[in-house]
């Protein structure tokens, strides 16, 4: 790449207006995003724009959990455009807003060599299942155990379970999630140990994120949400050491893709007792 393709290029804050050309590029990428999605990642964030000639030829976003982590993501170069620096230039800008603090993204593929470059190392997979919902599979709670509509007085506890299996400041996220979508609530002899949230995003609805104690109870919710979308496309994206992949293949719910979980910074320590099963969203974490 020469020095004169990179002047040319203008980097500045993502406004609501720049959305129609945001999903422009998740288009060319046929990633699914519709506007409103990335309204909805704006508001609850941040992000970048690239400019060329006046046109936008490239994004990044970020979101912020607390003082000690944030995570990038809709990071797109557009095709015509990819391969001469502007990826790392974009990165590098966007790393710069963030100093001291640890920084996660899910990578794809294509997104991998540009963050090896930049410092950040792979933590795991995350798989995206995802297909038309079948009749709910059937998933055995054990006794005491139940799901349930949340409720107003349970925000706290989920708030401290999302943030525990995460390592991460999550309530400002949870609030904003529980505004557009629905949570059930799993309980053991009537303490919250887990939930999970549904909500529309790109073909149909997402569900996540789902916390949980243990591969049954993250199992009892997704079974939940999908017995009530019957019929509708549903998506799921799971870390692969939750061992769910199968399970959910064995549902009707094929991998459809799968991204590289890394970090740049000292990754976060979730708690012992609850664990992450499924993501608010590849690009949230
Ligand atoms: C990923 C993406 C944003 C990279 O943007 P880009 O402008 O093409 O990347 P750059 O030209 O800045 O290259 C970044 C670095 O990765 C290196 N790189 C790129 N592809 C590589 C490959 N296949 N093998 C090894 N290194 C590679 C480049 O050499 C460069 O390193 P350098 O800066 O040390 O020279 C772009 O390819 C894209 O939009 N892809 C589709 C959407 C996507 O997958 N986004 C990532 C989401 S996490």
Known sequence: MTVQDVTKIVLRDMTEDDIPSVADLCFEQQWPHREEDLEKLLAIGGGMVAEADGKICGTIMAWRFGQSFAM???????????????????????????????????????????????????????????????????????????????????????????????????????????????????????????????????????IGPVIAPDAIGAKALIAHWLGTQTGSFCRVDVPEATGLGPWLEEVGLPEAGRVTRMVYGPAPVPGEDVAIYGLAAQALG
Request: hydrophobic share 45%; charged share 20%; net charge positive.
């Open 72 to 206: 990038f993501g809709v990071i797109i170069v557009a095709v015509a455009q990819q391969g001469k620096g502007l990826g790392r230039q974009m990165a590098e800008a966007m790393l710069a807003r963030f100093e001291g603090v640890t920084v996660l993204v899910n990578a794809t593929d294509e997104g991998i060599p540009l963050y090896s470059k930049l410092g950040f190392v792979p933590l795991g997979k995350v798989l995206q299942h995802q297909g038309t919902a079948p009749v709910q599979p059937l998933v055995e709670l054990r006794s005491g155990e139940r799901v349930r509509p949340m409720g107003a007085a349970d925000a706290g506890a989920l708030e401290t379970l999302y943030s525990s299996a995460t390592g991460m400041d999550r309530k400002a996220l949870l609030d904003a999630l529980l505004a557009d979508g629905s949570a059930v609530v799993l309980c053991r002899e009537h303490v919250q140990t887990g939930f999970a949230v549904i909500r529309r995003f790109g073909r149909g609805w997402l």
